[in-house]
């Protein structure tokens, strides 16, 4: 059993909801944390910056009144994640919102900084840091971080190439507080196998696009609902950082997913220029053909939660 601080030992479903550049809202927040997972989005989904202060009042108040309509079954916790890269230079004043609304969970992404989590750890927050190898996970327990999030091979969008085997058993050799696995997870049945390799938690983003809360055009959201993982495209062209992609996306923008150009890693962008090509070439884990219509986002969960417990009752017989 890992060292669980008390924001996540509280949680009874093991599901975090991944942060979805540009996809996420606080519509789909609210809705992930009432059905029970953590619901998150990226600080740069507001734009601009000053729209945050805004979001972060609407998520804050809407869950407290949940809470206070539903004190038998409160809401599950939210979390904002930071991209701490050198390119963001919305950082410090993204945090600032955080703290002014004390921001229960933090998943930091692309570098591990002491002082962003020394100002989340200011009014308690956890700190969950996304890593895809063991020696990136060293460094963010080194720097502060409270927990990892493993972005195995088949994740969607920033994506490594570990297996989710290997990946776990090291990080698990030497550290025992909160990890969530993330890569290919779309049914309640892969959550399951994720606590059984060792993770506390299954880190779902690409199933959560195909909602009716989300953020996607509605193609965007049909090509989820009719892909499967043949058509996932692993490169580092559109941001600098390998990740995986939708296929029939990249070949609307002109592009042949067979043949990608590598693109110069010192010049990954996560601006404006970023989310352009976010706009036009569709992030996507691996996992998907699991996805079979867009529902709104209660129904998603109740089918991973259905599917757990399914999953659970066969393996006890």
């Not at 009719?226 to 923008?253: K, M, Q």
Request: proline share 5%; glycine share 8%.
């Amino acid at each position: 059993m890992s060292n669980l601080p008390q924001t996540l030992r509280q949680l009874k479903f093991p599901v975090i909801a991944s942060p979805l550049f540009i996809i996420s809202n606080p519509k789909l927040v609210i809705e992930q944390c009432k059905a029970g997972v953590i619901g998150s989005m990226p600080a740069l989904n507001a734009r601009p910056a000053s729209q945050l202060d805004e979001w972060l009042a609407e998520i804050t108040e809407t869950l407290a009144a949940y809470d206070r309509a539903n004190p038998d079954n409160p809401a599950a916790p939210f979390a904002i994640n930071q991209i701490v890269h050198k390119s963001n230079d919305r950082l410090d004043h993204d945090m600032e919102m955080c703290v002014k609304y004390k921001v229960p969970v933090i998943i930091t992404s692309l570098g591990a900084r002491e002082e962003i989590n020394q100002a989340a750890h200011s009014y308690g927050a956890v700190v969950m840091h996304d890593i895809i190898n063991n020696k990136f996970a060293h460094k963010a327990i080194e720097k502060g971080a409270d927990g990892l999030i493993a972005v195995a091979t088949g994740a969607g969008g920033h994506a490594g190439v570990k297996s989710p085997f290997a990946l776990i058993q090291e990080i698990r050799e030497w550290f025992d507080g909160p990890v969530a696995l993330s890569g290919s997870i779309a049914n309640g049945g892969a959550i399951l196998a994720a606590q059984a390799m060792g993770a506390d938690f299954a880190y779902i983003g690409s199933a959560f696009i195909a909602t009716e809360e989300a953020r996607a055009l509605d193609a965007y959201k049909q090509c989820v609902v009719d892909s499967t993982s043949d058509d996932i495209v692993y490169s580092n062209l559109f941001t600098g950082v390998h990740g995986n992609y939708l296929a029939p996306s990249i070949r609307n923008a002109g592009l042949d997913p067979e043949n990608l150009p590598e693109s110069d890693p010192s010049k990954m962008n996560f601006g404006g220029d970023a989310k352009k090509a976010w706009k036009d070439i569709w992030g996507c884990g691996q996992g998907i053909s699991a996805v079979k219509k867009v529902v709104p986002t209660a129904e998603l969960v109740a089918r991973l939660k259905r599917e757990y417990q399914e999953a659970r009752t066969r393996l006890a017989l």
